[in-house]
């Protein structure tokens, strides 16, 4: 099993910057993709952008050129954000799936972009 706790959400001003992480532990040998969606309320849950074991990486067409997803070794999850505007205002979630399928969510952490 697999358990995952984001980390940094904050109130930026809009144009600012913000880094986010993402911890994971338990069963991290067998995570093959990760990736970050956000959701605001009333809203479904939209990607962001995912990274696979192999470093291939796909993200949403509203935050391609302002977001960076990265992972390290022990699969720790990042989400560079720049350039942030008043519309990345969501909680933003960790999401990992394993390379049989099984996926798990964080808990979410809240991004306020002020305008």
């Known amino acids: 099993q697999v358990q995952l706790e984001e980390f940094g959400g904050a109130l930026v001003p809009a144009g600012g910057s913000l880094r986010l992480s993402c911890a994971a532990s338990?069963?991290?040998?067998?995570?093959?993709?990760m990736g970050w969606y956000r959701q605001a309320p009333g809203n479904y849950r939209e990607l962001v952008a995912t990274?696979?074991?192999?470093?291939?990486t796909n993200y949403a067409s509203s935050v391609k050129g302002r977001f960076t997803i990265s992972r390290d070794a022990k699969n720790t999850l990042y989400l560079q954000m720049n350039s942030l505007e008043p519309e990345d205002t969501r909680v933003y979630y960790c999401?990992?799936?394993?390379?049989?399928?099984?996926?798990?969510w964080g808990r979410g952490t809240e991004v306020t972009v002020s305008t």
């Open positions: 338990g069963e991290i040998a067998a995570i093959n993709t």
């Open positions: 999401k990992s799936t394993t390379h049989w399928g099984s996926a798990v």
């Open positions: 990274i696979t074991s192999d470093g291939d």
